[in-house]
């Protein structure tokens, strides 16, 4: 059986790969358990120090990496470096940081002494997705491997090229061999792995089904798991609102990374006195975004990863329209052997339509009337979803209260994208999953929290 990597801005096969046979794929994990005895007993100043040269090796190899990206699920290249320079932030954050994390904690009890202590647990399994092939990675690589923790990666089948170079510069980085090791095999192979007892613990970025999956099978050998899923992200847009400021920032939102993002805006929440100024704003922004070859500097959309993700995006927008939705731009395929889709605006978005319930994971905006606050709010959170929002509003504390107190997501911001960050908890609740990656909580998901108690 092969893995093949597609090309999705012309439909051309890139290069197949063999998949690990399952003895292979036993021997690569055992190998990496092999490299964790060691590596736990690393000394913190020695892991940071091979961090920062993976950051470096990542910018050195920026170029490369973006182009490959470009190739196998055709995110725009100018995207593409700016991820690079992300995962290398994140190598940083994580090299500068990560013994203070890490530090014993003392407790005052009636002990002599007692204190938390945080060890490292083994191999994690990521089953890391397409969308952003090296930082979905990294943001689960950095603190896994600062915490003296060891990986294996099982990637998106449309996306081996990337899932192999990564495994590459962390050797060229200089870490011992065996510390992470890319697995070549199908979705179907993933629970062999969770059973596998080497495996300690299991995160997952990726769809609510796959999460549900992974959770029960983790369960039912009680392995922790950390699971980021879909969202159906809501801005709020207030009477108050810097229109112009919003619709910028709602535009780039829905269409980074071609519109598949889990934390791309998705559902925009209008108070009705500025519903029809928000529109045409946004209708002009959309419209001026620039779709083609991701290769090219100034493409800003490119192709959807696949030509199954495209139709299956399309046909959400044509239930919607059936049921009442106004598409105002876009909503149709183009021709030829490709998988692009263009910047779509749907209106008279309303609950029971795909728009409005269901992740839409493609540069599609459902505009949603609401009448006030407290409605938009109402309709914010009447979602199974709970990933991020964000609010826009000219009276910052108003803002900061329906962010802080009101919306029901794991990251909330005011006037400002939702965009994750190396020094910030991101992840979800509801059906968008559970855990924390990146921060101090998130190189927490995955080590022993132990008690230490002398009397």
């Known amino acids: 059986m092969n893995i093949t990597s597609v090309n999705p801005a012309n439909g051309k096969t890139i290069k197949s790969y063999p998949t690990h046979t399952p003895n292979e794929l036993n021997n690569k ?28 090796t ?43 994390f890490l530090k014993d904690q003392p407790i005052e009890t009636e002990a002599q002494k007692s204190f938390v202590t945080f060890n490292p647990i083994g191999v994690v399994l990521a089953v890391m997705p397409w969308n952003f092939p090296f930082w979905q990675v990294f943001r689960f690589l950095a603190p896994a491997l600062a915490a003296g923790n060891c990986g294996v990666l099982k990637h998106a089948s449309n996306v ?20 992470f090791k890319t697995l070549l095999v199908g979705s179907d192979q993933v629970e062999a792995i969770i059973e596998n007892p080497l495996v300690k613990a299991v995160t997952l970025t990726g769809s609510t089904n796959a999460g549900i999956k992974v959770a029960q099978k983790a369960g039912s050998v009680l392995k922790k798991t950390v699971l980021e899923l879909g969202g159906s992200d809501a801005y709020i847009i207030l009477e108050d609102a810097d229109l112009e400021m919003a619709a910028t920032a ?27 100024k928000f529109t045409q704003l946004m209708l002009e922004k959309m419209k001026a975004k620039r779709m083609g070859d991701p290769l090219n500097a100034d493409t800003e959309v490119g192709p959807q990863a696949r030509v199954d993700l495209r139709d299956e995006l399309h046909e959400q927008v044509q239930q919607s329209i059936k049921a009442g939705a106004q598409c105002i731009l876009g909503g149709e395929i183009p021709e030829g052997e490709n998988a692009f889709y263009p910047p779509t605006i749907l209106t008279k978005v309303k609950k029971g339509m795909p728009a409005h319930d269901d992740e839409l994971f493609g540069p599609v905006a459902a505009i949603i009337i609401a009448k006030d606050e407290a409605d938009a709010i109402n309709i914010a959170n009447d979602s199974v979803f709970g990933l991020g929002g964000a609010v826009f509003t ?5 803002g900061e209260h329906i962010a802080a107190s009101q919306l029901e997501a794991g990251s909330c911001f005011v006037n400002s994208l939702v965009k994750s960050d190396p020094r910030l908890p991101f992840g979800g609740i509801k059906q968008s999953g559970y855990g924390r990656e990146l921060g101090m909580f998130g190189i927490h998901e995955f080590v022993n929290i132990k008690t230490v108690y002398v009397k």
């Open 29 to 56: 994990i055992t190998q990496t358990h092999q490299a964790w005895l060691q590596w736990r007993n690393s000394e913190p100043l020695h892991r940071a120090q091979l961090l920062h040269e993976l950051a470096a």
């Open 58 to 100: 990542l910018i050195k190899r920026k170029d490369e990496l973006a182009e490959l990206m470009a190739l196998e699920m055709g995110k725009p290249i100018k995207q593409g470096a700016a991820e690079i320079d992300k995962c290398a932030a994140v190598c940083t954050y994580y090299a500068d940081n990560a013994e203070s």
């Open 160 to 179: 081996p090229g990337c899932a192999l170079i990564i495994e590459d510069m962390v050797r060229e980085a200089g870490f011992p061999a065996d510390v």
């Open 394 to 398: 000219q009276d910052v504390a108003r």
């Open 250 to 276: 709602c535009t780039d939102s829905r269409l980074i990374n071609s519109g598949q993002s889990c934390i791309a805006a998705k559902r925009f929440i209008v108070v009705e006195p500025v519903a029809e």
